[in-house]
């Protein structure tokens, strides 16, 4: 049995060797030459059939061969306008049988909750009454799929699908599976030494997933979100003296169930350096380098930054233009001191290279116009080309906040001495509308509704409208400003208000309203100087008979016009040190032009803050005062000046000054003169941070004190000396997703009998 079933196998075998060879020796006889004379084609609606013999490419009357005949039908179906093929050969005729795509009808998106359809549809290419194509849809599939993972819902899956219609119309329909959303539940950092990871992760745009999870949306693991973070984590560190620091890593690991990322970072610090000798040279004759050594604030011993460098560099080539030197380079040359941790730092000036800007080209701004974009630029087109200058520009292009996405970069020009700049920006909105329900212990339960518009028509400008009421008071704010005026560093604003009170803390009415409009522009590279007109209203209406004789005779309405200054420098946010910085205010202000108001009003604030322990605390200083100093008569009860518990913790607003004790309602006077002066520290608390929740220390120190006219109801002699108040209390700093909230535990310690004392203050404001 096994022998014939053996040799059945073997003569098989045999005869299959011997067709295989029969048909390799016949192929090439078997082969024909093909000429179609007549071409058919059938099933096509829309298409034109030259159209389709086109996309065939075979001409009549030409001898082709059966692969050129495949070759056609290949070319068919690689249009993406057919469903089917067939090609048949007759003869001398070409029959090409074709099934059309459909036309699609209309397009739907269904399962979506959490993305609204406009948004959804703002990211396919099919469009109705367009020919159906399954790449394109798959494509679109993905697009989708693409937006959902941007909003962190990594798992969301989208199957598009097609509903036949008559006449070869179909509904295209993207069924969309959300999923949930990814968040990120840990960021970790590794190799950390000089700053703890609580520090580190208030340095991120990503959060950590707390206790708002369900409302945060900062806490949703986007991936994109990562190369920013490591962007301002770099920034942070080389902004201490850290010039080794390096991001080996940074690995986001999803969790088993695929609903959170966890995040770590692996850093290698390195070792912070300090500023050592500080000196220039200069390789151009008119450029002396004692001229440009005067001008750098750098000193030896200062943490080193490339930002305090950066700054320094364009001092001087502002020092260079404003000697009428161009072309110079400036180029700072560092040398290591690893023994003492320094750099020794020479500005090198050296003649730069003839290069100008030949133009400035912008695209992608569909909304804000060239200028707004262009007056950024401190370089126009015919100046000498500045790699520095432009990348300056870039950041305050990017500072703006109208777009998304931000490239500055310079190609060739015309010639070799030309440089174009391209500029391509992403719009973004601008625009918000909030609500927001907030609570303080002064005013009680209130209500608010904001609108503003930073880039409005495109134009820069700024407009703000709000309205707000609470328990016993209304307020209605405009403003409009304009950052450009006359195309130059002066920001003209204009305001309007309207506010009405009948009861805050105090036992009469107050209506106001008024408009300002000021003029500012800088004066140094921290200083800005503002100049104002004011005009406003002001009545107090209802004083009831047991109000001092001194609130009664101010009841009435007046007119208040005046004209005024502020001058502020502050160096919290670009200083030499990123630990410390100061604000200083001074402004006065004069009424009398016109009105019925005659006075001069000077105040002045000081806040100094700076962080300590790996930065992990917060001391600041605030020093605040003023007098008003009335030209003819007495000050009226609205010149004059009342602290509120916010300017001086552990008492009501207008819970301390001179008080007429012969007044039934002893309502506050307020005083000509007042000075405070706070201290607080702002440290964490151990919770996690993703809780939001810190603490703090404040001990305040402050008094209100002196009127024109001191006699009260009854002939009685109104005490308006100078007597110190102080307080001292806790406080709890809650930053939530609905908004920050503030407890303060205040405890008074120097007080008068008539003084209002407050325990406790609560803030809280919600927005939505």
Do not use: C, H, K
């Not at 560190?237 to 966890?262: K, M, N, W």
């Not at 002939?715 to 908004?739: C, E, K, N, Q």
């Amino acid at each position: 049995m096994f022998q014939r079933a053996f040799a059945w196998s073997v003569i098989r075998g045999s005869v299959f060797s011997l067709l295989v060879i029969a048909f390799s020796l016949a192929g090439p006889a078997m082969a024909q030459t093909l000429r179609f004379t007549a071409f058919d084609v059938q099933g096509n609606q829309r298409i034109q059939t030259d159209t389709i013999l086109t996309y065939a490419g075979i001409t009549p009357g030409t001898s082709i061969g059966e692969g050129e005949v495949n070759d056609a039908l290949q070319r068919l179906q690689n249009t993406g306008l057919f469903e089917t093929v067939e090609i048949d050969v007759r003869g001398n005729t070409l029959v090409i049988r074709v099934q059309e795509y459909p036309t699609i009808s209309r397009i739907n998106i269904e399962g979506n909750r959490r993305i609204d359809d406009d948004v959804l549809l703002a990211q396919i290419s099919s469009e109705p009454r367009r020919i159906y194509s399954p790449s394109v849809a798959e494509s679109d599939a993905a697009a989708i799929t693409e937006a959902y993972r941007q909003s962190g819902r990594l798992t969301a899956t989208v199957t598009p699908e097609i509903i036949r219609r008559d006449d070869n119309r179909v509904d295209l329909v993207f069924s969309v599976t959300e999923g949930r959303v990814v968040e990120t539940e840990r960021i970790a950092f590794v190799g950390n030494r000089a700053y703890s990871d609580r520090r580190l992760r208030r340095v991120l745009e990503s959060t950590q997933a707390g206790l708002f999870r369900l409302l945060i949306r900062s806490d949703t693991f986007i991936e994109d979100r990562i190369a920013l973070d490591r962007q301002l984590l770099t920034n942070f560190y080389e902004d201490r003296g850290y010039v080794d620091f390096q991001i080996l890593s940074v690995t986001p690991e999803l969790a088993r169930g695929r609903d959170a990322y966890f995040v770590t970072f692996n850093i290698r610090e390195g070792q912070s350096f300090s500023i050592g000798q500080i000196t220039t040279t200069s390789d151009i004759p008119e450029a002396l380098a004692a001229d440009f050594q005067e001008v750098i604030r750098l000193r030896p011993g200062m943490v080193y930054s490339p930002r305090l460098i950066d700054e320094t560099i364009s001092r001087m080539e502002n020092l260079a233009t404003q000697q009428g030197l161009r072309f110079v380079r400036i180029e700072p040359l560092i040398t290591r001191n690893d023994a003492d941790l320094t750099l020794d730092v020479e500005f090198a000036l050296t003649p730069g290279e003839r290069v100008f800007v030949e133009r400035i080209d912008i695209e992608g701004n569909a909304t804000t116009i060239d200028r707004v974009i262009r007056r950024q630029f401190d370089t126009v087109e015919g100046d000498p080309f500045d790699p520095r200058a432009i990348r300056q520009a870039g950041e305050r292009i990017r500072a703006l906040g109208y777009f998304a996405d931000v490239n500055v970069e310079g190609r060739p020009g015309s010639s070799a001495d030309q440089v174009i700049v391209d500029v391509n920006v992403e719009e973004q909105p601008t625009g918000s509308l909030g609500f927001s329900v907030s609570f303080s212990s002064d005013t009680g339960a209130g209500l608010a509704v904001n609108f503003s518009e930073q880039n409005f028509l495109g134009r820069g400008q700024s407009v703000a409208l709000s309205f707000d009421t609470s328990d016993g008071s209304q307020a209605f704010n405009f403003s409009f400003t304009e950052p450009a005026f006359l195309r130059r560093d002066l920001s003209l604003g204009t305001s309007f208000y309207y506010r009405e009170t009948t009861s805050q803390n105090r036992e009469f009415d107050t209506l106001d309203f008024g408009t300002r409009v000021s003029l500012g522009f800088p004066v140094s590279e921290n200083g800005r100087l503002s100049l104002f007109y004011s005009l406003e209203r002001n009545e107090i209406a209802n004083v009831p008979a047991t109000s001092s004789d001194i609130i009664e005779r101010d009841a009435g309405t007046r007119w208040n016009s005046s004209v005024g200054a502020t001058y502020a420098y502050d160096t919290r946010d670009g200083g030499l040190n990123p630990n410390a910085g100061v604000r200083l205010q001074f402004g006065m202000e004069a009424a009398g032009l016109g009105g019925d108001a005659q006075y001069i009003r000077t105040t002045a604030l000081a806040i100094a803050e700076t962080r300590v322990a790996r930065e992990e605390v917060t001391l600041r200083a605030s020093f605040e005062g003023g007098a008003v100093t009335t030209i003819d008569g007495n000050s009226q009860l609205n010149d004059r000046f009342f602290l509120s518990s916010r300017q001086m913790r552990g008492f009501d607003t207008f819970g301390l000054g001179p008080r007429d004790l012969a007044a039934t309602n002893q309502d506050a006077l307020g005083g000509n003169y007042f000075a405070v002066a706070r201290f607080e520290a702002a440290f964490p608390l151990g919770l996690p941070t993703e809780y939001g929740i810190s603490g703090g220390v404040f001990a305040d120190v402050g008094t209100v004190w002196g009127l024109d006219d001191v006699n009260g109801e009854g002939g009685a002699i109104v005490d308006d000396g100078l007597y110190w108040r102080s307080s001292v209390g806790l406080s709890i700093f809650w930053d939530t997703a609905i908004g920050p909230l503030r407890f303060n535990f205040s405890r008074a310690i120097d007080t008068l009998p008539y003084d209002r004392t407050r325990d406790f203050d609560l803030t809280v404001e919600a927005r939505f």
